[in-house]
């Protein structure tokens, strides 16, 4: 008799497996991103799925166990993307059957991504254009200069704004998400580099899609990139931290706690904005020797410092030295790379600070004034800026501390010619500034 009850219950409970709750799509979005579309399915709960393509037209099928629609897609705004026209039937009494109808072929991939603190449970399929465009190509600007062989090039600086898409990044006091504010400032240096003689701006991301961290370093490679700067902002649970820092990548452990965190936070970013488990990361392992071997450390640090300097003349410090940690996207063998985290987005004056245009753009001029400085100093073999230093003579950079007749006594020419040479109407200096240095003989 027990038994009897027992297996009742067993069987109650195998039902109940079966006829579980459906999964209800909650919406959809899109992120057009230059080389593919990612399509999100808000759903209340994992869900099963299987997809298929089909030709003649090119078509994507994804069914869907046991779920509802809570409401027709309509309102979606698909267009740039690879999809025409996006339908739905149900299948089987309690599946759901998606249709994408396609404006060409594709190469799909499919996974679920876990609730994080802006999205719940998603799945998410991201269509592969297949007629192979060249990832990134949008931003593959032809260079300015004619291509000629040993042709002097232009510097070029990979600029990355962190997180995208699903990741939001941090999230402040007001809802202001990391990913925006990542993006304006990148656009407002973008602009500053690009009106710098002899350097060109790219950008890793130019848009609210999301880019696999790998991807990122990738991507600074494949433009041989002269220097690679991630731009984030920090967040912490005491509203009160404040201040910007700037981040390399480390050798060993982090410098500090919160440094080890943040890396952390940062690194996280993969898995909060969809990298399905099969891409593997195959690049790293042999990356911090090929670093310290060829000085893209020493040239990490080098600049680094002079772009925490930079914005040290802007806004409070986090930090007053450069920190060091585990971030995954500095790991660009031979691309110098560093990290600005630009404020604290979690402190609500900062906040409020980094969502100022006028504030994004002190911020980008700050960090311009760290880049140029350090490549004024070393300006790399064959590039524009290399020759054009090569038939000026001596130059001096400004550094903090400097004054307009320390600078005369360490080039023993009088304060003066110094002034006149350089067309100075006060002897006031701007750290990163590049002073012609004339011969004695000149006046
Ligand atoms: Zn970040």
Redesign the pocket.
């Known amino acids: 008799m027990i038994k009897t009850a027992f297996t009742t219950l067993l069987l109650v409970l195998l039902t109940a497996t079966v006829c579980a709750e459906p999964v209800n799509i909650r919406g959809v979005r899109m992120w057009p991103a230059p080389d593919n579309t990612r399509l999100v399915f808000d759903v209340t709960a994992d869900i099963e799925h299987s997809l298929f393509v089909l030709k003649n037209p090119d078509r994507l099928v994804i069914d869907l166990k046991n779920t509802r629609l809570d409401k027709p897609f309509v309102g979606l705004d698909l267009g740039p993307s690879l999809i025409r026209d996006i339908r739905s039937a149900p299948r089987n009494d309690s599946d759901l059957r998606v249709v994408l109808d396609l404006k060409g072929a594709v190469r799909p991939k499919s996974f679920a991504l876990r609730p994080n603190n802006e999205y719940g449970h998603r799945l998410v399929i991201d269509l592969y254009d297949e007629r192979g465009a060249a990832p990134s190509a949008d931003t593959r600007a032809a260079p300015s200069a004619p291509a000629a062989a040993n042709a002097p090039r232009e510097i070029i600086i990979a600029i990355d704004p962190?997180?995208g898409g699903e990741d939001p990044?941090?999230i402040g006091p007001r809802g202001t998400r990391?990913k925006e504010v990542?993006l304006a400032v990148a656009q407002r240096l973008r602009e500053l580099v690009a009106r710098e003689p002899g350097m060109r701006a790219v950008m890793v991301r130019d848009g609210d899609y999301f880019i696999p961290l790998r991807r990122r370093v990738e991507m600074a490679r494949e433009h041989r990139a002269d220097l690679f700067i991630s731009i984030?902002?920090d967040a912490f649970g005491d509203p009160r931290a404040h201040g910007a820092s700037v981040y390399t990548l480390s050798h060993r452990g982090a410098t500090s706690e919160h440094a080890r965190l943040l890396a952390d936070?940062?690194n996280a970013?993969d898995i909060i904005g969809g990298v399905s488990l099969d891409d593997k990361d195959d690049l790293l392992a042999s990356v911090l020797l090929d670093l310290s071997l060829t000085g893209t450390m020493e040239a990490s640090t080098d600049v680094a410092g002079r772009v925490l300097s930079g914005l040290g003349q802007v806004a409070r410090l986090h930090r007053s030295r450069v920190e060091q940690a585990g971030f995954r996207v500095l790991k660009s063998p031979n691309v110098p790379s560093i990290l600005v985290e630009t404020a604290f987005i979690s402190n609500p004056q900062e906040e409020r600070k980094l969502r100022d245009p006028n504030h994004q753009y002190a911020l980008a001029r700050s960090v311009m004034d760290g880049v140029r400085s350090y490549f004024r100093q070393n300006p790399p073999p064959g590039t524009l800026l290399a020759v054009r230093q090569e038939s000026r003579g001596q130059q001096h950079v400004i550094g903090r501390g400097d004054t307009l007749s320390g600078i005369a006594r360490q080039y023993q020419v009088s304060l003066e010619l110094l002034r006149s040479s350089n067309a100075l109407r006060n002897d006031q200096l701007r750290v990163g500034d590049v002073l012609n240095i004339p011969r004695s003989s000149d006046g």
Do not use: F, I, R
Request: glycine share 18%; aromatic share 0%; hydrophobic share 20%.
């Open positions: 962190g997180h990044g941090a990391e990542t984030h902002a936070k940062e970013s």
